[in-house]
Every structure is written in C-alpha cells, then in structure tokens.
C-alpha cells in the first residue's frame, strides 16, 4: 500500500511540474520583458492602488505618499470632474462611502460627484471613514483629509527622491463628455506627456523612478470608447484596457481581444480572469497584461507565472517585496515622515 501510495505522489508530482511547464512556455519571461521595453515601462510593474490604501484612506494624501517613498512604480488614481470642470481622484460615484457628505450636505448623498464644485468638496473629511472601518490601522491625522484634483497627485508623485509614474483610469467617461481630452490636456500642460522624459544620468534612471523615463504615464478604462479616445489623443502613451467576468459574459473574450489589438492597448483582467491561456494570446499579439487588484504575495507569485507582467495592489510593500524589491522605507517611519 505504502509503495502504491508513494507512486501515487510521484505521478501527480510528475503531472504538476510538466502544468507548469507547459504554462511557463506559454508566456515566456523574454517575450514579455521585451513587449514592456518596448513601451519603456517595467517588467513586474508595482502599481499603488488608489496609493497605498491597504494602509491609509484611498486616493489621498498620505495613501500616495506612502505609496511613492516605498518605492511604487506608478500611483492609480480614478478620475473624475466636478460641476466646475477640475479633475479629481474618486473612485465610487457617489461620496458616501468614503467622506461625510450626509453630515455636511444633508440630502445630497446620493448625488454624483459631478453635482458638486471643488469648493464643495473641499469641505468634506474624506479620512475619518477609514479609521472607523480600520481601527487597527487608523491615524489620529487621517482625520479631515481633503478630496485631492490631479495636479494634487501630479505634484506628489514629483515630490520625492523616488518619482514614481502615474496610471489614472477615467471613471464613467460617458457622464463626463470631453473628459479624456481634458485629462490629455492636462497631463501635456504640466510636462507628463513627453516621450523624451528628462532622464537621470545613465544607471541611475531606474533608481530614480519610472517617473524619469518616457513610460511614466499609463491611461486604462473599462470602456472601449475612451480606450479609443486615448489611442487618438495620445498614441505615444501606453494604455489598457480593463476587463472582468461581467465584460467577458457581455462581450466575449474575443472581442475584447480583438479591441485591445486595435487600439494596441495592453489587457487587465481581475485576478479570476488572468488564465494563462488568456494572457498567452494577448502576449502574442504585444500586448502587456497588468492585472487587478492582488494583495497577497501567494497570488503575485501563481499569476505572475500564469503571465502576468505588473499587479495593481493596495499593498505596494507587499509586492515589492514578493518582486525582490526592498521597500524604500518602513510603513510607520514614512507615515511619521508626513506627519501621520
């Protein structure tokens, strides 16, 4: 029995090993090293969800802060515009969730961001929600942090030794007509766009940061048409188009394929949908394939093997670290670093 058993074990540790051959020679590492070089962007890219916000309130200051002096190679925002045309970063359509709007404009909670001005917004605590779904994590100064506008997080991504890229992802564009042209407009205004970045001297620009090589923007969406609108308003820049199990049930893998090839944007699945047969085929076809969102180094590691060549996370330090990478800094020393 001890003999059967033990033939048993090697068969399926036979059959295990050839999987991951087989899956490894799918999406071979050269391949995709040469499809990120190709748009200047790194292979196994640390993208910081929303900042660092497994650790602080998404989408502010501190959250991409923290993110940034670890060490990330991109900040990712959620873009949005408000009723008097300034581009900011939130995710949900609505602020109830993540400030105390129902406190401060009592009835307007269900509102859409875009019913409100800059001013408006600047008035809520967009912190305080966190401390009290985290206790474990929260800080007496993510009190009364403010909703942050884009040239909010351009100047922060700027601002350290370590200069990260930027990878922002336009939120409902269909409610904002114009939105991608404005958020092109923008990014060329404060010297983003340039494909002759200003580089450190030469060894030193990985160092420095994505943000000093031409890469350091990406501009992603769910929604092919503003896929579409990027390709031709900024064809230089790298783009992806996002997708999950509900875009496969609507669309259809192949046609999501076949609209990523022809707007040459690379594909980002959600974790479930990142199969490496999936990724095979859009490596084929030179397409870079960044994946959502991972916070769990056993889960870099399986789909990084299944193909996938950068991970949005909420946990830059945890990636980092699953890449190899040092973080640049302790989360409590950074954190104090900036008053938090």
């Known amino acids: 029995m001890a003999k059967r058993i033990s033939i048993i074990i090697a068969i399926l540790i036979v059959v295990?090993?050839?999987?991951?051959?087989?899956?490894s020679l799918l999406n071979p590492q050269n391949k995709r090293e040469a499809i990120c070089r190709r748009w200047d962007i790194p292979y196994k890219a640390v993208i910081a969800h929303r900042g660092a916000s497994f650790y602080a309130p998404e989408e502010t200051e501190p959250a991409y802060l923290l993110a940034r002096d670890l060490g990330a190679d991109y900040l990712e925002a959620d873009i949005q515009r408000t009723k008097d045309g300034v581009?900011?970063?939130?995710?949900?359509?609505?602020?109830?969730?993540?400030?105390?709007?129902?406190?401060?404009?009592?009835?307007?909670?269900?509102?859409?961001?875009?019913r409100f001005t800059l001013a408006e917004l600047r008035k809520l605590d967009a912190g305080s929600w966190f401390n009290a779904a985290f206790p474990e994590r929260a800080r007496k100064g993510?009190?009364?942090?403010?909703?942050?506008t884009l040239e909010d997080i351009l100047h922060i991504a700027k601002g350290g030794t370590h200069k990260p890229g930027i990878y922002l992802e336009i939120k409902s564009p269909k409610r904002f007509p114009g939105i991608a042209a404005q958020?092109?407009?923008t990014l060329t205004r404060h010297g983003w766009l340039s494909r002759n970045a200003a580089m450190s001297p030469q060894g030193q620009a990985e160092q420095a940061g994505v943000?000093?090589?031409?890469?350091?923007?990406?501009?992603?969406?769910?929604?092919?048409?503003?896929?579409?609108?990027?390709?031709?308003?900024?064809?230089?820049?790298?783009?992806?188009?996002?997708y999950d199990k509900d875009e496969i049930k609507e669309r259809g893998w192949d046609r999501i394929l076949a609209t990523a090839i022809g707007f040459n944007a690379g594909l980002g699945p959600s974790g479930y949908v990142a199969t490496p047969w999936k990724n095979s085929k859009g490596h084929s076809a030179g397409l870079f394939i960044h994946v959502y969102t991972i916070n769990k180094s056993w889960q870099v590691h399986l789909l990084t093997l299944f193909g996938a060549d950068g991970f949005f996370t909420d946990r830059a330090d945890m990636l980092?670290?699953?890449?190899?990478?040092?973080?640049?800094?302790?989360i409590d020393e950074i954190l104090k670093k900036h008053g938090y």
């Open 320 to 330: 980092l670290e699953s890449y190899g990478r040092k973080p640049l800094g302790s």
């Open 87 to 114: 581009l900011i970063a939130l995710h949900d359509d609505t602020l109830e969730r993540t400030t105390n709007v129902k406190t401060i404009f009592p009835g307007r909670e269900k509102e859409y961001v875009e």
């Open 16 to 23: 295990l090993l050839g999987t991951i051959a087989g899956i």
């Open 142 to 148: 993510y009190e009364k942090l403010k909703i942050l």
């Open 211 to 242: 943000g000093q090589s031409s890469g350091r923007v990406i501009l992603q969406s769910f929604d092919p048409e503003c896929v579409a609108d990027f390709a031709r308003l900024a064809p230089q820049v790298p783009r992806l188009y996002l």
């Open 183 to 185: 958020l092109v407009e």
